[in-house]
Structures are given as C-alpha cells and as structure tokens.
C-alpha cells in the first residue's frame, strides 16, 4: 500500500536520515521548519525552494532540479509530494518508463491532488517517429497522466536531427494549437552535441534534455553546442550528470576528492551536480530520486549556494582524465562507422551503465532485451578493433560487448 501520509519539513530531514543535508540548509541560512510552500513553474518561489532558472525562450522558468520518473512511482507517491513541498516541480517522465507505470504513478497523484498540476511542469516522451505513432503515444500518455496537456514533449533518444523534418514541425505546430502540449523537443544520449548543433539551426525546437556532466561540459564540441542552443533559445536540461562509466575504475583522484568534499560538508554525488549548475545555461537537472534520501540530499545541494572552488573542478576534471576509458561519451557516429552494420555500441555501452554506475540491474536487463536477438548474437561474433582505434575515450569495445552479453542476457530469441 502506498505511503502517503504526509511529512513536515524535520519530519522530512529526519526521514531522509540527512545529517549533512541539515548543515546543508543551514549554509543556505533556510531553516527546514520555516520553509513555505512551493509554487509554480514562472512563480515567484521563496528562498526555501528549490531555485527556479528560465526554460529557454519559453517564459517559463522551472525548478533547477528535476524528478527523474524511471522508479516504481505508484508505490512511492510521498516522493512526489515531498519534491512538489520543496519546489521540484518540473517531473520528467516518458510512455515508455516502467512499461506505463511511470505515468499512471503521476496521474494516480493528480487523481487525489488536482491542485498540482498547475504548479507542475510536466514532461512526457515518446520513441515514436511517425506522426500518427507520435499522436497514439500522447493520447495513451495524457489518460495515464489525468491531465489535459504535458508541457514539455520530447521525441525520445534522439541520435540525429534527421527525425525532426517537416512532418513533425507540422505535428508539434498542430499538437501545441489543440493545447496537448505547450513546447516541442527531444531527448538524447547518443550524439548530443550533433543533434543540438543541428536543433539550433531548425529554429522551432524548444527543450532539449541531454546526457551532459563535469566530463562532457570541457569539450569545445559540448561548449558550442550549449553556445548554440543559448543563441536559438532553446531550454536545455541535463541529464546523466554523474558521468558514471561502463566500467567500474579506480582512480587515485577519485579518492582525493571523496574526502576534501566531504571536509567541506559534501558528498562527490553533490559535487558533481554542483559542477553542472555552475553553468547558469543548464535550466535543470533531471535526476532519479527514487526515495527521500536521494530527494533530500539533491534539494541539499540546490539550494546550497557554495560554490565549487577551482581546486575542486581541477579533482573533477582530473578524475574524468584518469578513469576516461569507463566513459563512453556518446558520439557513436565515430565507433559505428568503423564498419558497415555495427551493432549499437553506444546502446550497449549505455546498458552497461545502467547496471554498474547506476546499479540499476534490471532496467540494463530490460534496455538490452530491447535490443534485436541478431543484434546481441553479432557482438559475440564482431571484431571491433578497428572501432577501439576510432573511439576517443579508449574504450575496450570488445571485451564490453561480450561483458553485456554475460552479464545483460545471452539468449538470442
Ligand atoms: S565507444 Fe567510444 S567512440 Fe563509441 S560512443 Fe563510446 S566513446 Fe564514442
């Protein structure tokens, strides 16, 4: 039965077990009994809440953190609740997520709290391509949300602009008109900088969620794509901001840093999600918070205004140098064209994440099912050499392949 009893602010603080994010709010100089209630998205919030950052050229502004939906939310609607109290308003999720569950969990909370939505910014997906399986997908999605429009809908996974033509400008154009959706864009993992360099350019993309962390944001590729979505307007989000790897590594800087954040009353967790708020272009960071205790420690982080010192970035940064080859950076137009008909290594690379980084086992599992059966048989059978001479980061592509195969599933039905 789900819990929905609710939490006052130090019930919430001691519940979440968050010593450090006690110390947190007081750096903040907000006290957890005396922080008011949250508005909406483009409403004047008061300095308890969650900072809100504009959303493009949208004129909406949205919290700076985001409620990540990949988690099993219809069991835990005080996680809801508690992120819409301290001002995480804007909730991500997609038709995919939890095979629908995602959504119903959102809309079983709208069903008992109506009042909500208008504070919400809502943001659904869907990996449809086709204007009409696009348009099936949003109605399935609005039913499971009970709402009458998403603010924000994404094509889901983009990995390059060539989706985005003139069809579906029409089908954004009519969808917005009808009141469905409020702004247009995509999601995307693979090829990022390419698909926002190529979003800057179409001039009628407003959002762009896209997997980008203290690793990523140094590359004068990532820097000009942000520059350009700025310049067209375009909101952007961050996901991913973690930059945990395929692989698990050591690294000597990696234990450096753990202890000078923690002196300084955080954990790397937090820093690494400071890192990418110190780019005030990054409207916000969509983050899984599947319980309070990460809810907690992520809104700790928000509303602490220290920021991170230059030694600090420097750790960071040398930490992404030493344990470069756990990260796939996403460009997959370099190692995919190594060889006519490569099978998905970014795809796989990205389950591999999921279980080691994220520990999220089970959605690896899943991600990699998805996979065709050929697909996943050809990994034990390709020669990749050729694309570890091409991949920038130095990955081991081949042994990676045939690790997913072990460890993600090596049936081939
Ligand atoms: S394996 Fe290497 S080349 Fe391929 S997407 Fe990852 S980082 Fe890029």
Not at 8 to 35: E, N
Not at 48 to 57: E, H, T, Y
Not at 98 to 111: N, R
Not at 288 to 312: C, F, G, V, Y
Request: hydrophobic share 40%; proline share 3%; glycine share 10%.
């Amino acid at each position: 039965m789900p819990e929905e009893k609710h939490l006052s602010r130090r019930d919430f603080l001691r519940a979440a077990g968050m010593v450090g994010a006690g110390s947190l709010l007081g750096a903040t100089g907000v006290s957890a009994q005396g922080a008011s209630e949250s508005g909406g998205p483009g409403q004047n919030l008061k300095s308890s809440s969650v900072p809100l950052r504009p959303f493009g050229k949208t004129g909406v502004s949205v919290s700076c953190l985001s409620l990540g939906g990949i988690f099993d939310i219809p069991s835990n609607q005080l996680v809801l609740r508690q992120a819409l109290e301290w001002g995480v308003a804007y909730w991500d999720t997609a038709y995919s997520y939890g095979g629908g569950k995602s959504e119903l969990g959102i809309g079983q909370f709208l069903s008992k709290n109506p009042e909500a939505r208008k504070k919400l910014f809502i943001v659904s997906k869907s990996e449809a391509r086709s204007p009409a399986g696009i348009t099936k997908h949003l109605t399935q999605s609005l039913e499971r949300l009970k709402t009458d429009y998403v603010d924000l809908y994404f094509l889901h996974d983009l990995k390059e602009i060539d989706p985005l033509n003139r069809e579906i400008k029409t089908w954004a154009e009519k969808t917005k008109a009808e009141g469905k959706i409020k702004f247009f864009g995509f999601s995307t993992h693979s090829n990022m900088e390419d698909c926002m360099l190529g979003a800057a350019k179409l001039g009628w993309i407003d959002g762009i969620m896209m997997t980008y962390n203290f690793r990523l944001m140094q590359s004068d590729k990532m820097k000009s794509a942000v520059d350009a979505c700025v310049k067209a307007g375009i909101g952007l989000t961050a996901m991913k901001t973690q930059g945990g790897g395929s692989v698990s590594m050591e690294s000597e800087a990696e234990l450096q840093m753990a202890g000078r954040f923690l002196n300084q009353g955080f954990t790397d967790k937090q820093a690494k999600l400071k890192a990418v708020w110190e780019n005030p272009n990054i409207a916000s960071i969509c983050s899984q918070m599947p319980n309070l205790t990460i809810l907690m420690s992520n809104i700790a982080t928000a509303l602490n205004q220290t920021k991170l010192s230059a030694e600090d970035l420097r750790l960071l940064d040398r930490f992404a140098g030493e344990t470069a080859s756990s990260y796939c950076a996403g460009c997959a137009t370099i190692c995919e064209s190594a060889f006519a008909g490569a099978p998905p290594i970014r795809e796989v690379l990205r389950c591999l994440m999921y279980f080691h980084s994220y520990g999220e086992k089970d959605r690896a599992r899943e991600l990699f099912a998805g996979l065709p059966a050929a697909t996943r048989k050809d990994l034990l059978q390709c020669d990749f050499s050729t694309a570890e001479r091409m991949c920038p980061q130095g990955l081991a592509i081949g042994k990676l392949m045939r690790e997913a195969t072990v460890l993600l599933g090596n049936t081939f039905s």
